[in-house]
Nanobody, 118 residues
């Protein structure tokens, strides 16, 4: 099993910053990617950013230039630095980990709320 512990969500005014963290533990010897997705009310869950073990990153167009994803492979932790936050960034943010065993397995955190006021 894999456990994901998220932290760092909260309430911030537009233009402000927040940093999310997600620590993975358990059967995670072959992590492929770690990342963040978000789901706003009435919308589908969508990619925010991912990072591979080699450090390759992928961002949603809407957050490019504002958000930065980073990882600590030794600690199996992923971070999301969110700057210049906008009200449309308000959502429940989920940590995501993909692990390769006999096939690719995907795990989700419980979600952390980010609310940006205008």
């Amino acid at each position: 099993q894999v456990q994901l512990v998220e932290s760092g969500g909260g309430f911030v005014q537009a233009g402000g910053s927040l940093r999310l963290s997600c620590a993975a533990s358990g059967s995670i010897s072959s992590i492929v990617t770690m990342g963040w997705y978000r789901q706003a009310p009435g919308k589908q869950r969508a990619l925010v950013a991912t990072i591979s073990r080699s450090g390759s990153t992928n961002y949603a167009d809407s957050v490019k230039g504002r958000f930065t994803i980073s990882g600590d492979n030794a600690e199996n932790t992923v971070y999301l630095q969110m700057d210049s936050l906008k009200p449309e960034d308000t959502a429940l943010y989920y940590c995501n980990v993909k692990v390769l065993r006999t096939r690719l397995y995907e795990y989700w955190g419980q979600g952390t709320q980010v609310t940006v006021s205008s």
